[in-house]
T-cell receptor, first 114, second 114 residues
Framework: NAGVTQTPKFRILKIGQSMTLQCTQD?????MYWYRQDPGMGLKLIYY???????DKGEVPNGYNVSRSTTEDFPLRLELAAPSQTSVYFC?????????????FGPGTRLTVT | AQTVTQSQPEMSVQEAETVTLSCTYDTSESDYYLFWYKQPPSRQMILVIRQEAYKQQNATENRFSVNFQKAAKSFSLKISDSQLGDAAMYFC???????????FGKGTKLTVNP
């Protein structure tokens, strides 16, 4: 049981480039999330999904896109990377929060845009 | 909108002693859940403890316990017999019952001195 896995662990992008952050979970969780963590700012929700084929925006969705074609996978797409997207990105998954109580987080991806 | 406030950006404690991390939240809901997460230097987010608002009894997990003051909207974390491995960022988080989203505080950096 690998839990939540994310790739890559580190990435440097030039301004205007695009990339996809991969996230996979093997716990059969319906709910999946993407957060970004900026220094001293806690975690901000980018997008989330309550099941395959269903996605919704969080607090800071601009500049990102997601898809959820399977229960296991929830990739995050950055189009036209900007320096403001330099951050650490966390994928997470869960059962409904009021039933399970907790998110399972991946190890994070450190992204630098220069 | 719900908010979570951690007023102590940094705290320190001597090994084997007790430390309390503060968290307050703002909500008009009666059905909600509160969490403390630990983020060590590895960046992995780890659930420490969970509290349901409808439960009057304070949650405990081994050396970790909470002081949940519902009327004051306060949810502090007490770490007893602090160990070097407790050094980490600690995040307080809130979710409304039935919601898919967690709201995080900005975190408290805990240093444990030998």
């Amino acid at each position: 049981n690998a839990g939540v896995t994310q790739t890559p662990k580190f990435r440097i992008l030039k301004i205007g480039q695009s990339m996809t952050l991969q996230c996979t979970q093997d716990m059969n969780h319906n709910y999946m999330y993407w957060y970004r963590q900026d220094p001293g700012m806690g975690l901000k929700l980018i997008y989330y999904s309550v099941g395959a084929g269903i996605t919704d925006k969080g607090e800071v969705p601009n500049g990102y896109n997601v898809s959820r074609s399977t229960t296991e996978d929830f990739p995050l797409r950055l189009e036209l990377a900007a320096p403001s997207q330099t951050s650490v990105y966390f994928c997470a998954s869960s059962y409904p929060l009021d039933r399970s109580g907790a998110l399972s987080f991946g190890p994070g991806t450190r992204l630098t845009v220069t | 909108a719900q908010t979570v406030t951690q007023s102590q950006p940094e705290m320190s404690v001597q090994e084997a002693e007790t430390v309390t991390l503060s968290c307050t939240y703002d909500t008009s809901e009666s059905d909600y859940y509160l969490f403390w997460y630990k983020q060590p230097p590895s960046r992995q987010m780890i659930l420490v403890i969970r509290q349901e608002a409808y439960k009057q009894q304070n949650a405990t997990e081994n050396r970790f316990s909470v002081n949940f003051q519902k009327a004051a909207k306060s949810f502090s974390l007490k770490i007893s017999d602090s160990q070097l491995g407790d050094a980490a960022m600690y995040f307080c988080a809130y979710t409304q019952g039935g919601s898919e989203k967690l709201v995080f505080g900005k975190g408290t950096k805990l240093t444990v001195n030998p």
